[in-house]
């Protein structure tokens, strides 16, 4: 029985090749059929609505054809998970092999408890969202070595944290850079029916604790309830060792600790404005903050994979001179390419993820999908907690489909708003509801551009015989996600029956 189940599970690499098959197939049939739908677009500079009809766009003809053999090579190299990953291992590389990862991971394992662990990883996870998608490249190889440190299975690590990065990426205590564009759909909507609405930069806060909060300690406890149970075994080949710290480790963490906190200091001067030569890294053509620190065009944005680089890399160098594992300038070389040995499955993987979503995109069936489901809500005469749960519904399907919530969010803000508002509902309540219903289901799709990290990681430690194939690694997350997604629900229904603000000027009803 376990031969036959070998012999049909499907690898990864041959998943990703069906689905990218199928997607040129689906987009030639839907073509045929003439699928497509008319939204109403808004323009938030000016505030006008244009109709906008979206169609498929078949990939089964020579021009799709084309499209698909011209595009790969330039959408592969400019793919972000790619560099960010490659330059992030770096890092890692050279805070592993010298020795700080062990011995800070096995200090830290030693001597808390496994669910404090577990917790700390995921709240960690869950805030990453702040500075975008690099928690991804960087939150699933350390938990992935903290579990494996602490004598505990690395892939319910990797699992644990890519549920809590997925789910974060729609809730913040703070407002990220995605939440601040959203906003700029929201009140162009809300203008066209109240001229004079505002919205503030806090509108979200109190619901937003309370959610991340909740999140983190849910993933905690299916972690260690739930998951533990249904991930692959994973069995260590050494005998466990207690780690013994000599004068070396001490002076190799003290080196550390002392650069990394100058690095830091350095850095953090460098984000606060209005202090004598600070606010470097600040992009001041921005009015808030978080759009001056986040901004698509902001150095700090830009350069903030390369920042954190730096940082581990002074981490992992300056221990291992105080440890003297790294004792001259062959030693530091080689440990920077530590991490970069055995990756070519990860990057065949990486290649074959970008395609699938490169094509995904170009044949257009997410957005007239989303456009579809947003019609409905548009044509109804829903209101209160019907018009609540419909609008999540539609927010976690369409999410399966388009991950970009931004993009998501200005086809389905031309219908919810106007929905709400006439519904004597917020239009941040509206944006609150969306959000919630992304953290159900973007840890299901492979179309998320982080999913081939996650699975590549995966299968690093995969300990079986077969591999494990593209539908387990979605399987381990249902579970997440229709936890997750019961619960905020729940959440939203109370507080709107409560009817308590949502944040700082921020209320449910208009």
Same mark, same amino acid.
């Given at each position: 029985m376990?031969?036959?189940?070998?012999?049909?599970?499907?690898?990864?690499?041959?998943?990703?090749?069906?689905?990218?098959?199928?997607?040129?197939v *689906?987009?030639?049939?839907?073509? @045929?059929?003439? %699928?497509?739908a008319?939204?109403?677009?808004?323009d938030?500079?000016t505030?006008?609505l244009?109709?906008?009809?979206?169609?498929?766009?078949?990939?089964?003809?020579?021009?799709?054809?084309?499209?698909?053999?011209?595009?790969?090579?330039?959408?592969?190299?400019?793919?972000?998970?790619?560099?960010?990953?490659i330059?992030?291992?770096?890092?890692?590389?050279?805070?592993?092999?010298?020795?700080?990862i062990?011995?800070?991971?096995?200090?830290l394992?030693?001597?808390?408890?496994? =669910?404090?662990?577990?917790?700390?990883? #995921?709240?960690?996870?869950? *805030?990453?969202s702040?500075s975008?998608?690099?928690?991804?490249?960087?939150?699933?190889?350390?938990?992935?070595l903290?579990?494996? =440190?602490?004598?505990r299975?690395?892939?319910?690590?990797?699992?644990?944290v890519?549920?809590?990065?997925?789910?974060?990426?729609?809730?913040?205590?703070?407002?990220?850079?995605?939440?601040?564009?959203?906003?700029?759909?929201?009140?162009a909507?809300?203008?066209l029916?109240d001229?004079?609405?505002?919205?503030?930069?806090?509108? %979200?806060?109190?619901?937003?604790? #309370?959610?991340?909060?909740?999140?983190?300690?849910?993933?905690?406890?299916?972690?260690?309830?739930?998951?533990?149970?249904?991930?692959?075994?994973?069995?260590?080949?050494?005998?466990?060792?207690?780690?013994?710290?000599?004068?070396?480790?001490?002076?190799?963490?003290?080196?550390?600790?002392?650069?990394?906190?100058?690095?830091?200091?350095?850095?953090?001067?460098?984000?606060?404005?209005?202090?004598?030569?600070?606010?470097?890294?600040?992009?001041?053509?921005?009015e %808030?903050?978080?759009?001056?620190?986040?901004?698509y065009?902001?150095?700090?944005?830009?350069? $903030?994979?390369?920042? #954190?680089?730096?940082?581990?890399v002074?981490?992992?160098? $300056?221990?291992?001179?105080?440890?003297?594992?790294?004792?001259?300038?062959?030693?530091f070389?080689?440990d @920077?390419?530590?991490?970069?040995?055995?990756?070519?499955?990860?990057?065949i993987?990486? @290649?074959?993820?970008?395609?699938?979503?490169?094509?995904?995109?170009?044949s257009n069936?997410?957005?007239?999908?989303?456009?579809?489901?947003?019609?409905?809500?548009g044509?109804?005469?829903?209101?209160?907690?019907?018009?609540?749960?419909?609008?999540?519904?539609?927010?976690?399907?369409?999410?399966l489909?388009?991950?970009?919530?931004?993009?998501?969010?200005s086809i389905?803000?031309?219908?919810?708003?106007?929905?709400?508002?006439?519904?004597?509902?917020?239009?941040?309540?509206?944006?609150?509801?969306?959000?919630?219903?992304?953290?159900?289901t973007?840890?299901?799709?492979?179309l998320?551009?982080?999913?081939?990290?996650?699975?590549?990681?995966?299968?690093k430690?995969?300990?079986?015989?077969?591999?494990?194939?593209?539908?387990?690694t979605?399987?381990y997350?249902?579970?997440?996600?229709?936890?997750?997604?019961l619960?905020?629900l729940?959440?939203?229904?109370?507080?709107?029956?409560?009817?308590i603000?949502?944040?700082?000027n921020?209320?449910i009803?208009?």
């Amino acid at each position: 029985m376990n031969k036959f189940k070998e012999r049909i599970t499907l690898n990864p690499v041959m998943t990703f090749l069906i689905l990218i098959l199928l997607t040129i197939v *689906l987009s030639g049939f839907l073509n @045929l059929l003439g %699928f497509e739908a008319t939204y109403n677009k808004i323009d938030v500079t000016t505030g006008e609505l244009t109709a906008t009809s979206e169609s498929v766009e078949s990939l089964l003809s020579l021009s799709g054809i084309k499209y698909i053999f011209t595009s790969t090579v330039s959408n592969f190299t400019a793919f972000t998970p790619l560099s960010m990953l490659i330059i992030v291992l770096i890092g890692i590389g050279i805070m592993e092999k010298s020795g700080f990862i062990k011995t800070t991971f096995t200090i830290l394992t030693k001597y808390c408890k496994k =669910y404090t662990i577990t917790f700390w990883l #995921v709240f960690i996870s869950v *805030l990453s969202s702040i500075s975008g998608d690099l928690g991804y490249v960087i939150m699933i190889p350390i938990a992935a070595l903290m579990f494996s =440190y602490g004598r505990r299975n690395p892939l319910l690590g990797i699992v644990a944290v890519y549920a809590a990065l997925t789910a974060g990426s729609g809730i913040n205590i703070l407002l990220t850079a995605v939440d601040s564009e959203m906003l700029k759909y929201t009140l162009a909507n809300a203008t066209l029916i109240d001229q004079n609405y505002t919205l503030s930069t806090f509108c %979200f806060f109190f619901i937003m604790l #309370v959610a991340v909060l909740l999140v983190s300690i849910l993933i905690t406890i299916i972690t260690e309830k739930i998951s533990t149970n249904n991930v692959d075994k994973y069995e260590f080949k050494e005998d466990k060792k207690d780690l013994r710290l000599g004068k070396r480790e001490y002076r190799g963490l003290i080196f550390s600790i002392t650069a990394g906190a100058i690095y830091l200091l350095i850095f953090i001067y460098n984000i606060i404005p209005g202090l004598p030569f600070s606010g470097n890294l600040l992009d001041y053509q921005q009015e %808030f903050y978080i759009d001056k620190l986040f901004s698509y065009n902001s150095f700090f944005s830009n350069g $903030f994979v390369f920042i #954190v680089t730096i940082f581990f890399v002074i981490l992992g160098l $300056f221990y291992g001179i105080g440890a003297k594992t790294i004792k001259n300038n062959n030693d530091f070389c080689e440990d @920077l390419t530590h991490s970069l040995d055995g990756t070519g499955r990860t990057l065949i993987l990486i @290649l074959l993820g970008s395609i699938l979503i490169n094509i995904f995109k170009k044949s257009n069936i997410g957005t007239v999908l989303t456009v579809t489901l947003t019609n409905l809500i548009g044509n109804s005469s829903l209101s209160g907690i019907f018009l609540i749960i419909v609008l999540f519904i539609t927010s976690a399907v369409s999410t399966l489909f388009l991950t970009g919530a931004t993009n998501k969010w200005s086809i389905i803000s031309t219908a919810a708003i106007p929905a709400f508002m006439n519904s004597s509902l917020s239009p941040e309540f509206a944006q609150v509801v969306v959000r919630f219903g992304e953290c159900m289901t973007l840890g299901l799709t492979p179309l998320l551009a982080y999913f081939t990290i996650y699975i590549a990681y995966l299968e690093k430690y995969n300990q079986q015989e077969s591999p494990i194939s593209l539908f387990k690694t979605l399987r381990y997350q249902i579970v997440y996600g229709i936890i997750i997604g019961l619960v905020l629900l729940a959440l939203l229904i109370g507080w709107y029956l409560i009817g308590i603000p949502i944040g700082i000027n921020g209320f449910i009803s208009t």
